[in-house]
């Protein structure tokens, strides 16, 4: 009924997609797809795969602090047929987490055509942080997986091997074309993962009358910030999450906000000239990069009982401190005229999956990841690890204009992270630390988050030793 423009072409009625998926049985016999899996900081997480894709693939635990073993990078394939059990302490601080397939060279493909899930993470602090603003789980507090699928004939998810930046031609919001939402009055929270495998969004919120609606930050990544930051909106790129709070504690029943990903500059500058001509035959039919899209529409509902609550002044009392002495590490991200992108003059294919360095578990290291002018923003995930900003430079001027600290970050700079958006020109400073409670050598994983990139090898393979 309702025009919500969110889309410029509807998915076939009647007819069916055909998905990959994580298939959970529970213990009522039904079949759940993708499950949000939930679990407690300091508990433990098990989970057994039975591969029957025909295909190779893994579970990766995308944020968690894991041993190589668990890890399901692509050094450790699961074989079609064969069964693997992924089990580990959470190590982790609440937050929402994320696991997806991530086979050598196939990642994309098989993210794209579904497999992928949510893990909300809890600890004391979070419980706290719901009580106080009286949220709901389900109700004004849901997590939200955002993920832009290209769709061909009779609605297939289609994914070329080998292709770039695979973009798609239409939004899905916990796989639901077209999602309205009945929020209640009051606060709502929207923690936000971006599942997508190479669209970048810049998140924001409108009324009926197109005003922008401030909300707050809450938290990234890794969970919530030391205190919520008001914002317009926040880019949030492949891999990575937020955790924004609404204040609808005004709206009226029948009042309507649209979730969209609003107008930015998509610094495309690696392709020739100007990028809509080049972005239309590189990705026919797909939405181009930057441009206003709808992502869900928020109805006010006229059903009583809305989260009531205060949103505290302290969100959460972890901090890292920066380390000047950190031993640094430098990493340029660059195209060759051939098209292959690169770190520094490494690509795991051109490296043959081998480590190209060695660090001692225990040491805390600065990393400068310096992203080519002639580039496009590549949201950088480390693998085993989560780490801090410690500054921006060089930042382009929608980045720039968010900072709010003399290091150049921005608030989504200020928390937990393992994935960073590097924009052309721009130099990231990430702060490691190394320590972890595993022995022997363990590898872990540093990749551009954009699927395609990482699938043509814009990734690198390193041990702690
Ligand atoms: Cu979410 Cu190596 O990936
Ligand atoms: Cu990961
Ligand atoms: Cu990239």
Not at 56 to 75: F, K, P, Q, R, Y
Not at 347 to 370: P, Y
Not at 390 to 401: I, Y
Request: with cysteine.
């Amino acid at each position: 009924v309702l025009q919500t423009g969110i889309h410029p072409q509807p998915l076939r009625e009647g007819a069916l997609s055909d998905v990959w998926a994580y298939a959970q049985r529970t213990v009522s016999g039904q079949v759940q797809l993708n499950p949000t899996l939930f679990a407690r900081s300091g508990g433990r997480l098990k989970v057994t795969l039975e591969n029957r894709l025909g295909d190779d693939t893994t579970i990766h635990w995308h944020g968690m602090t894991v041993d190589e073993a668990n890890d399901g990078s692509g050094l450790h394939p699961v074989r079609h047929g064969e069964r693997r059990v992924y089990e580990f302490d959470i190590r982790n601080r609440a937050g929402l987490y994320w696991y997806h397939a991530h086979p050598h060279g196939q990642t994309g493909m098989q993210v794209h055509k579904g497999l992928a899930g949510l893990v909300v993470v809890e600890d004391d602090e979070e419980l706290a942080l719901q009580k106080a603003l009286g949220l709901t789980w389900g109700i004004d507090d849901i997590a939200l997986s955002i993920a832009d699928k290209q769709f061909g004939l009779r609605n297939k998810i289609v994914h070329e091997v080998g292709a770039d930046d695979w973009v798609g031609d239409k939004v899905l919001v916990n796989w639901t074309p077209d999602p309205v939402f009945e929020a209640r009055r009051g606060w709502l929270r929207l923690r936000l993962a971006n599942t997508s495998n190479a669209r970048l969004y810049c998140i924001g919120f409108d009324d009926e009358h197109r005003q922008r609606l401030p909300f707050h930050l809450l938290g990234t990544d890794g969970g919530l910030l030391d205190r919520a930051h008001r914002m317009e909106s926040v880019f949030l790129g492949p891999g990575q999450r937020v955790d924004v709070l609404l204040d609808l504690r005004d709206r009226s029943p029948g009042d309507l906000l649209m979730m969209r990903s609003v107008v930015y500059d998509p610094m495309e500058n690696d392709v020739g000239i100007g990028p809509p001509e080049d972005f239309a035959m590189e990705h026919p039919g797909a939405m181009p990069m930057g441009e206003d899209m709808a992502l869900m529409l928020i109805r006010m509902s006229d059903k009583p009982g809305g989260a009531a609550g205060t949103l505290p002044e302290r969100l959460s009392t972890h901090a890292v401190g920066i380390r000047e002495d950190a031993a640094r590490r430098p990493f340029r991200l660059w195209i060759q005229d051939s098209g292959r992108w690169m770190i520094n003059h490494w690509n795991h294919h051109l490296a043959h999956g081998q480590d190209v360095f060695e660090i001692r578990r225990g040491s805390v290291e600065r990393w400068d990841i310096t992203n080519d002018m002639r580039s496009m923003p590549h949201p950088m995930h480390l693998h085993g690890f989560q780490f801090v900003v410690t500054g921006r430079a060089n930042s382009p001027k929608q980045v720039a204009e968010r900072a709010i600290d003399p290091r150049g970050r921005t608030p989504h700079d200020l928390g937990v992270l393992d994935t960073v958006l590097v924009w052309p020109g721009e130099t990231v400073s990430i702060q490691i630390d190394f320590s972890q409670p595993y022995s022997g050598r363990q590898r872990y994983m540093f990749h551009c988050h954009n699927l395609e990139h990482e699938d043509q090898g814009m990734m690198i393979g390193f041990a702690v030793i």
